[in-house]
C-alpha cells in the first residue's frame, strides 16, 4: 500500500510488509519503533518505509525474547550494535545469546501453569519451584519457565524429599554451575570474542564454535560431575567412622 506520489525502491517495506515478514503485528512493530529499538524509517510523503535493518533487528529481538530475555536486556544488547551493523552481526550476536540448552521458554499465568503441569499448585509449591529457578516470575502474577526444566523441577517435587534439602540441593548445583558459567565465559571473551572483535576471526568461525563448544562443554561437565561424585562417595566410605564417645 502506497500514497500518492510515494513508491516503494526494491528492498523496502511498508510496515504491514514488515510486520509480516517478521511474524509480529503492525501495532507490535509500532512499539519497539516507539521504544528506540528500531532506527527511524524513511519517510515519503504519508508513507514510512523499512529495510532490511529493521527486519534484521526485529528477528533478533524475537529470536531473543524467545530465548527469555526481557525487554531492558535486549534494548542493551541493541544499543552496543551500530543501525547499519551487517547481517553477519546479527548472527553473531544470535548464536553468542542464544541459550546452551535448546528449550525455549514461555510466559504463563498461574491458570495457564496449572494446565501446563495437569494440577493445582499451592503457594509452597510455587515458591519452590521460584526457589530452584524453574519458574521465574515477571509481572501481572505471570512466570516464565522452560518446559523441560519445570519437567525435571515436578519430578523432584514427587520424591520422598523435604522440600528445603531439595531446595538446599538446587543451591549447591546453582552455586558451582555459575562458577563453572563464570569462568567459561571469561574464556570464551578472551580467546573467541577478542579476536573476533580485532579482526582475527570472522562471524562464521565464532558461530561455528559455539555450535560446537555447547554440547561438549555441557557434556564434560556432565562427566566432570559424575567423576567427583564417584570420588565424593569413595572418600565416605574410606573415612572412618565417628567415634560417638568424642
Known amino acids: 500500500m502506497t500514497g500518492a506520489g510515494s513508491t516503494a525502491v526494491d528492498g523496502e517495506l511498508t510496515v504491514d510488509e514488515l510486520a509480516a515478514r517478521t511474524g509480529m503485528t503492525v501495532r507490535t512493530v509500532r512499539f519497539y519503533a516507539s521504544e528506540g529499538l528500531l532506527p527511524p524509517p524513511e519517510r515519503r510523503g ?42 553477519a552481526e546479527y548472527a553473531v550476536q544470535a548464536a553468542v545469546l542464544a541459550p546452551w540448552l535448546p528449550d525455549q521458554s514461555e510466559e504463563l499465568d498461574r491458570a495457564g501453569l496449572e494446565r501446563r503441569v495437569g494440577r493445582r499448585l499451592d503457594d509452597e509449591q510455587l515458591s519452590y519451584l521460584t526457589s530452584i529457578g524453574a519458574l521465574v516470575p515477571v509481572e501481572d502474577g505471570r512466570y516464565r519457565t522452560a518446559p523441560v526444566q519445570l519437567g525435571h523441577a515436578l519430578e523432584l517435587m514427587q520424591l520422598p524429599v523435604a522440600p528445603e534439602v531439595l531446595a ?4 549447591i548445583i546453582d552455586e558451582h554451575a555459575t562458577a563453572v558459567a563464570n569462568g567459561l565465559t571469561d574464556v570464551f571473551v578472551r ?39 564417584d570420588h565424593a ?3 565416605r566410605v574410606d573415612a572412618p567412622e565417628p567415634n560417638p564417645a568424642e
Open 46 to 87: 504519508r508513507i514510512a518505509y523499512y529495510d532490511a535493518r529493521h527486519r534484521m533487528r526485529l528477528e533478533l529481538i524475537r529470536t531473543l525474547q524467545e530465548h527469555g530475555y526481557t525487554l531492558a536486556a535486549i534494548e542493551r544488547v541493541l544499543a552496543r550494535m551500530p543501525h547499519d551493523a551487517a547481517p
Open 168 to 171: 538446599e540441593s538446587a543451591a
Open 191 to 229: 580467546a573467541i570474542w577478542g579476536p573476533y572483535q580485532r579482526g582475527e576471526i570472522d562471524h562464521e568461525q565464532v558461530v561455528a564454535l559455539l555450535e560446537r563448544m555447547r554440547p561438549l562443554a555441557i557434556q564434560g561437565l556432565i562427566s566432570s560431575f559424575g567423576r567427583a561424585a
Open 233 to 235: 562417595a569413595r572418600r
